[in-house]
Every structure is written in structure tokens, then in C-alpha cells.
């Protein structure tokens, strides 16, 4: 019988279950159970040895023919380091779905020691995969854990796997979507947004949609900010200025040293280093020639 190649860093070779006292049928079923690896944790926390180069006084050593007789295995090479590597982790949480929780906690428990301080912080990065405290409210699924500083009871499952509360069982997250792709949909919505109220015609012409009208608007950019220095008191001061512009849109003067004036122009132009200098509605043929409508 072959068995299957190891996935990864973070299995060993797979156990097979069978009836005591018998031997293996032709053709049968054999439940392959992946385990986690003893020395995990050092799979997640512990880097190669970094190459320390010719530069370091062992290295020089090696390299030199006077040099001493004997060196050390480790001598020009850097020590280990330590960094969060949770892929390993992540897979072995995922081979695991249709197994008890309860079980494949027991090892995780054997493999990653609570007890000691760099392999107690694994353990705190296992509800970030998974949601262990689940509860069903109004026939959904939720997390119950607090995350994040807060109880999650109402915002339903975010982990891509979660324990089932009716079976015990490790079941995948049909609804899950992660941040990134959270990030990207958030992204197109506010897109889509700005394409209804804003066309860019160049780097300073915009047709914008204000009061349900459109509107041709000219912009310019606004003036830089200066360092002025002053003395108050026989103290020596500096402060932050800029010059005012007048804005047509916004009918007021506005200067790059407030951020909330940067901030509408961000908005209204798409960068806080313009303002507007002149508006004027546009034609019906305009509208229907840029497909406003």
C-alpha cells in the first residue's frame, strides 16, 4: 500500500485505522488521520540561520589560511531567529474539518506546550482560523468569543472554520470572505460612488454633480505650505502656514494647513492640493455627450 506524500511542513506520515487482529482487505476503506508534527511549534516560531557573510570575524577566519586550525560547525553563521510563520498552522486546522474539536485540541495541547511563553502565543492565534465558541441565535450561527474587545453576538461567524455547536464537529465557513477581499468590495463600492457624482475630464477639469445638477469645474493647485518663524517673549517660535484660496464650490477660503478643508477637497476633487476656481453648469447636449443620464 502507498501512502500519500506528506502536505506540507507540519504532518507526518498519516495513522491507519483498522480492527484489531486484522489485515488489510483489497480495495477497503481506510480513514487516513493527518497528525500535527512534535516539533510544530518550532515550524511557526523559528527561522533558518541567517548567513552572516565574510564581514564577521568568524567568516574572516574560515577564509584565512593563517588562520586557526579549528573552528567551531557554527562559526560565521547567525543564530536562529523568531518570527510567526502560522501557515503550518492554518493547513493543519483545515485537515482536520469532520474531526472533534475536543480531540484535535488535546493535540495541539500535546505538540504546543501552554506552559511556556513563545508556544503559549500560538495558542492565542487559533481563534484567529477558527471560532470555537459558537451559539445559534435565531437559527444563525454567531461567535460568542470576545474579539477584538468586544462580545461578537450578533455579527455571525468571521473565522474560516468554526465548531460546530450541535455536533462538536470542525466544519468550514461556507460565508467566509477575508479581509482582503472585505478591503477590495469596500474599494469598488466607493468607486462606484464617486463615478456617480464625478467625471474627470484632465488633471484640473472635473464635471461635478452638486444639487442633482452638473456642473464643469476649474481647479487649481493650492499654494504650499511655508515655515514662518516669529519671537513671542523673547522666545524664539515656528508654526505652520499657508496662503488662502477662495473656493467656488465650497464658498469659502481654504488653505492647505487645515486638514478638514484638505479633507472636502479630497472628497469633492479627489486631492486635497486642489480647489475649485470657476463652475459652470453644463448644456443638456454635454450631458447626454458624457452619458451623465
Avoid at 456642473?215 to 511655508?226: C, H, K, M
Wanted: glycine letters at 8%.
Amino acid at each position: 500500500m502507498h501512502y500519500p506524500k506528506p502536505i506540507g511542513p507540519m504532518f507526518r506520515l498519516p495513522r491507519i485505522h483498522q480492527a484489531p487482529g486484522q489485515g488489510f482487505l483489497p480495495g477497503a476503506f481506510c480513514y487516513l488521520e493527518p497528525i500535527m508534527r512534535e516539533d510544530m511549534y518550532k515550524v511557526i516560531v523559528e527561522r533558518p540561520r541567517r548567513w552572516k557573510g565574510r564581514d564577521s570575524l568568524a567568516g574572516r577566519l574560515r577564509d584565512d589560511f593563517d588562520g586557526p586550525m579549528r573552528l567551531g560547525m557554527r562559526a560565521g553563521y547567525g543564530y536562529r531567529g523568531l518570527n510567526e510563520n502560522l501557515a503550518p498552522l492554518r493547513r493543519y486546522l483545515h485537515a482536520q474539518i469532520g474531526r472533534p474539536w475536543n480531540k484535535v485540541f488535546s493535540e495541539i495541547c500535546a505538540g504546543i506546550d501552554r506552559r511556556n511563553t513563545v508556544q503559549q502565543h500560538i495558542h492565542q492565534h487559533i481563534r484567529d482560523f477558527i471560532a470555537i465558541d459558537v451559539g445559534i441565535r435565531e437559527g444563525r450561527l454567531v461567535d460568542l468569543a470576545a474579539r477584538w474587545g468586544f462580545i461578537a453576538r450578533d455579527s455571525g461567524i468571521s473565522q474560516e472554520l468554526y465548531v460546530d455547536p450541535r455536533t462538536g464537529l470542525i466544519r468550514l465557513n461556507r460565508n467566509y470572505r477575508s479581509w482582503r477581499h472585505d478591503i477590495a468590495e469596500q474599494r469598488r463600492r466607493q468607486l462606484a460612488q464617486i463615478a456617480m457624482r464625478r467625471r474627470v475630464l484632465d488633471e484640473l477639469t472635473f464635471l461635478l454633480l452638486l444639487n442633482d445638477i452638473w456642473f464643469r469645474v476649474e481647479t487649481d493647485v493650492l499654494p504650499r505650505e511655508r515655515l514662518v518663524q516669529s519671537v513671542v517673549d523673547g522666545n524664539p517660535q515656528r508654526r505652520v502656514a499657508a496662503d488662502f484660496r477662495y473656493d467656488v464650490v465650497l464658498r469659502r477660503h481654504i488653505s492647505r494647513a487645515s486638514s478638514s478643508d484638505r479633507q472636502q477637497c479630497e472628497h469633492l476633487y479627489g486631492s486635497g492640493d486642489l480647489y475649485a476656481v470657476s463652475k459652470r453648469q453644463i448644456p443638456s447636449r454635454e450631458i447626454k455627450t458624457h452619458r451623465l443620464r
